[in-house]
C-alpha cells in the first residue's frame, strides 16, 4: 500500500484551479445521472468540495453556515 497523495500542500495560488474544472467535474456528475447543479450555491459547494479534496479544508473553514 501506498502513502495517500492528496491532500497537496496548498498553494497561494492554482492557476490549475479553475472554472473549467469545476464544470468538468461537474459534468461527470451529470454523465454519471447526477442531477445537474444549477445554482449558485450548490456550484459554490461543489468548488469548495474539489478544492477541500485537493488542499484539504483550512481550519475554521465553515463551507455551510
Known amino acids: 500500500m501506498t502513502d495517500r497523495i492528496y491532500p497537496l500542500p496548498r498553494p497561494d495560488?492554482?492557476?490549475?484551479?479553475?472554472?473549467?474544472?469545476?464544470f468538468d467535474?461537474?459534468?461527470?456528475?451529470i454523465d454519471?445521472?447526477?442531477?445537474?447543479?444549477?445554482?449558485?450555491?450548490d456550484?459554490?459547494?461543489?468548488?469548495?468540495?474539489i478544492l477541500d479534496f485537493l488542499y484539504g479544508q483550512r481550519s475554521g473553514d465553515d463551507h455551510d453556515g
Open 13 to 22: 495560488d492554482d492557476p490549475k484551479f479553475t472554472y473549467g474544472l469545476l
Open 25 to 29: 467535474v461537474r459534468q461527470v456528475l
Open 43 to 49: 456550484l459554490v459547494n461543489l468548488q469548495l468540495a
Open 32 to 41: 454519471h445521472g447526477y442531477p445537474a447543479p444549477e445554482h449558485g450555491r
